[in-house]
């Protein structure tokens, strides 16, 4: 099945800065990749989403980014915000999969005021 | 966005009674929901996927048995863990497909004395 690596398990940054949280999937029919913001005690929130036609989106201060040859694809977030501090998972599927996600372990984000 | 609630919220029981906790689609028919535990800064970790008028589709070294689920209709889905012991004791999140979009609930934290 269906295998995601997330990294780092937590990152601080300034505010202002950007962050960058990678990740990587095994495989290779997957096809949609989600992320999502989760706050302490609520519920997984999507943020933004990219498929496998297309290499990058962006939407306001977010991004993400995908190489579909190295299986591996990633959300930047500039400007940080405090606000932007939250636990944040990448997720992908596969139509095969009958819709199911498979989950990355998550970062935790800390922007400092 | 698409409306998912969760019922209850937080429930507190004693060990060896039953706990039956609700999702519903408020605003769309969801035909499948989906039941993730999530331990305290773990990621999401997929349970069974529910399917209307159908048994559910466990994950391996889920016991169908502790965990049951039925998705009687379109707009709600149960899981009702049996037997309750302090293990089980987690945060119980669902989701409901709408659109091949994954829409999550609140969430239920249930705690077994």
């Known amino acids: 099945g269906e295998n995601v690596e997330q990294h780092p398990s937590t990152l601080s940054v300034q505010e202002g800065d950007s962050a960058v949280i990678k990740c990587t999937y095994s495989?290779?029919?997957?096809?949609?990749f989600p992320w999502y913001k989760q706050e302490l005690g609520k519920r997984p929130q999507l943020i933004i989403d990219?498929?496998?036609?297309?290499g990058e989106k962006k939407d306001q201060r977010i991004a993400v980014t995908l190489n579909k040859t190295a299986k591996h694809f990633s959300l930047h977030i500039t400007e940080t915000q405090p606000e932007d501090s939250a636990v944040y998972f990448c997720?992908?599927?596969?139509?095969?999969?009958?819709?199911?996600?498979?989950f990355g372990g998550g970062t935790r984000l800390m922007v400092k005021p | 966005g698409a409306v998912v609630s969760q019922h209850p919220s937080r429930v507190i029981c004693k060990s060896g009674t039953s706990v039956k906790i609700e999702c519903r689609s408020l605003?769309?028919?969801?035909?499948?929901m989906f039941w993730y535990r999530q331990f305290p800064k773990k990621s999401l970790m997929l349970m069974a996927t529910s399917n209307e008028g159908s048994k559910a589709t466990y994950e391996q070294g889920v016991e169908k048995d502790k965990f049951l689920i039925n998705h009687a209709s379109l707009t709600l889905s149960t899981l009702t863990v049996t037997s309750a012991h302090p293990e089980d004791s987690s945060f119980y999140i669902c989701?409901?497909?709408?659109?091949?979009?994954?829409?999550f609930g609140p969430g239920t934290r249930l705690t077994v004395l």
């Open positions: 990219i498929r496998s036609n297309v």
């Open positions: 605003d769309f028919q969801a035909t499948t």
């Open positions: 997720a992908a599927r596969h139509n095969n999969a009958g819709n199911m996600l498979t």
């Open positions: 495989d290779s029919a997957s096809n949609y």
């Open positions: 989701s409901a497909l709408g659109n091949n979009e994954q829409f």
